[in-house]
C-alpha cells in the first residue's frame, strides 16, 4: 500500500478555500482508491489565523481520522513570521533583493512546529504541497532533504501572475528540489517558466475538474429557487453573483461599486455575493446603497448550488485565479460569466 501525505495549511473543519478544498478532495480521492493517506496541517481555523495570533482560533491538536485520512495538527510558530515580516519590513532597502524575498516567503506562514519529525516519522513515499508562495512549501522542501528515505516531492503552485507574491525569487528553491510540478493548463506552465527556470519534464499538466455526481442540474431546481428568491424579495430582480473571497484580488470591491452605480439607474439590480469578508470589502461597503446588496458569508455545497441557480450572471474578475473552479459551478447551471480585467470593463459588460 503506497503511502501519501498532503501538506497543507487548514483542513477540515475550517472552511476550505479553492485551493485547500482541492487538497482535501485529492486526499479522499485516493484514500477511496486505498492509499494510506494523511494530512499534516496546523491547528488554526482560518487562514489568517497565522498573521493575528491574538483573535486566532484554534482547533484541538489531537490527532483524529476524517473519512479515512489520518490527520495531523499542528502549532503554528507566530514569532517566527512575525519577525520575518518585521525584518522584510524594516531592511528592504538595505540587504539584498534575494535575503528580502526569502524573509518575504517565510513570513506569509504558517510555519508549522514539528513538521520534519512527522514527515521523518511517517515514511511516506510521496508528499504533496500547494499552494505556492507560502512558507509551508519551504519548510516541506528542508525537511524531506534531511530525510534518509526521501519520498516524491510533488508541487502544485497554483500559480497566479498577477499577484506580486509569487514573483518571489526564493520560488526558484522549491521550484528546483521538486520531483513533479503540478500545472493545470498549459498557460500557467508557460507563466512559470517565464519567471523561474524549471526543467521542462518536470510539468504535469492535469486540468481540474468538478465533480458533478452530486450536483443538480439548472433543470431540477425550479422550485428552490422560487422559493429562494421568495424568501430574499428577488423577484423581477436583475441578479448579479459573486462567489469568492470577498476583496481586491478576486474583483469584489470591482464589482461592487458598478452594481451600485447600476442600482442608482435601476432599482431592479442587485449583488448577491458569498464568501469571507475582507477589510477591504467591509470599507467598500460603508460606500454604497445597502439595497443594492445582499451580502452573504462562505456558504455549503447545496445553498451555494441554488444561489448559483438564481442568478443571472456571474461575475469575478479574480487576477488570483489560476483558473477558477466557480467558473465552472456557474457554466454547470447555464449561467454567462463575466470575468473582465478592469472596473470600467465590468461595468460596461453588466450595463
Not at 510555519?111 to 499552494?131: A, N, R
Not at 510539468?203 to 442540474?217: A, E, W
Not at 422550485?223 to 476583496?247: P, S
Not at 489560476?322 to 454567462?336: D, N, Q
Amino acid at each position: 500500500m503506497k503511502k501519501i501525505c498532503f501538506v497543507t495549511p487548514i483542513y477540515l473543519p475550517a472552511n476550505l478555500y479553492g485551493s485547500d478544498n482541492y487538497v482535501r478532495l485529492l486526499a479522499e480521492e485516493f484514500a477511496k482508491k486505498e492509499f494510506d493517506v494523511s494530512i499534516i496541517t496546523s491547528n488554526a481555523l482560518t487562514p489568517r489565523y497565522w498573521y493575528n495570533w491574538i483573535s486566532g482560533k484554534k482547533i484541538d491538536p489531537n490527532y483524529e481520522i476524517i473519512r479515512n485520512i489520518k490527520i495531523y495538527r499542528l502549532q503554528c510558530n507566530q514569532f517566527f513570521f512575525i519577525l520575518n515580516y518585521t525584518l522584510a519590513k524594516l531592511f528592504s532597502f538595505i540587504l539584498p533583493k534575494y535575503i528580502v524575498d526569502n524573509l518575504k516567503l517565510m513570513s506569509s506562514g504558517p510555519y508549522l512546529i514539528g513538521l520534519s519529525s512527522i514527515l521523518e516519522k511517517l515514511q511516506v513515499d510521496i508528499v504533496h504541497c500547494s499552494p505556492a508562495p507560502l512558507s509551508i512549501n519551504m519548510q516541506v522542501v528542508q525537511a524531506i532533504k534531511k530525510m534518509k528515505r526521501k519520498p516524491t516531492f510533488i508541487f502544485t503552485p497554483f500559480f497566479h501572475p498577477y499577484v506580486s507574491a509569487f514573483n518571489n525569487s526564493s520560488l526558484q528553491y522549491i521550484f528546483d528540489n521538486s520531483d513533479i510540478v503540478h500545472v493545470i493548463s498549459k498557460a500557467e506552465k508557460k507563466d512559470i517558466m517565464k519567471r523561474f527556470f524549471v526543467n521542462k519534464e518536470k510539468f504535469k499538466i492535469i486540468p481540474l475538474f468538478l465533480n458533478t455526481t452530486y450536483m443538480k442540474p439548472l433543470t431540477m431546481l425550479g422550485g428552490t429557487i422560487k422559493t429562494f428568491k421568495k424568501a430574499y424579495n428577488l423577484e423581477n430582480k436583475k441578479i448579479i453573483l459573486f462567489a469568492g473571497l470577498k476583496g481586491i484580488l478576486k474583483g469584489a470591491v470591482d464589482v461592487l461599486f458598478p452594481v451600485d452605480a447600476l442600482y442608482k439607474k435601476n432599482k431592479h439590480y442587485i449583488l448577491i455575493a458569498i464568501g469571507h469578508n475582507t477589510i477591504e470589502w467591509e470599507r467598500a461597503k460603508k460606500k454604497i446603497d445597502a439595497q443594492c446588496l445582499l451580502d452573504f458569508p462562505y456558504i455549503h455545497t447545496k445553498t451555494k448550488e441554488v444561489i448559483f441557480g438564481v442568478c443571472d450572471v456571474f461575475c469575478m474578475p479574480s487576477k488570483s485565479e489560476t483558473f477558477g473552479l466557480v467558473y465552472l459551478e456557474a457554466w454547470h447551471k447555464k449561467r454567462p460569466v463575466i470575468a473582465a480585467s478592469t472596473l470600467e470593463g465590468i461595468a460596461t459588460t453588466l450595463a
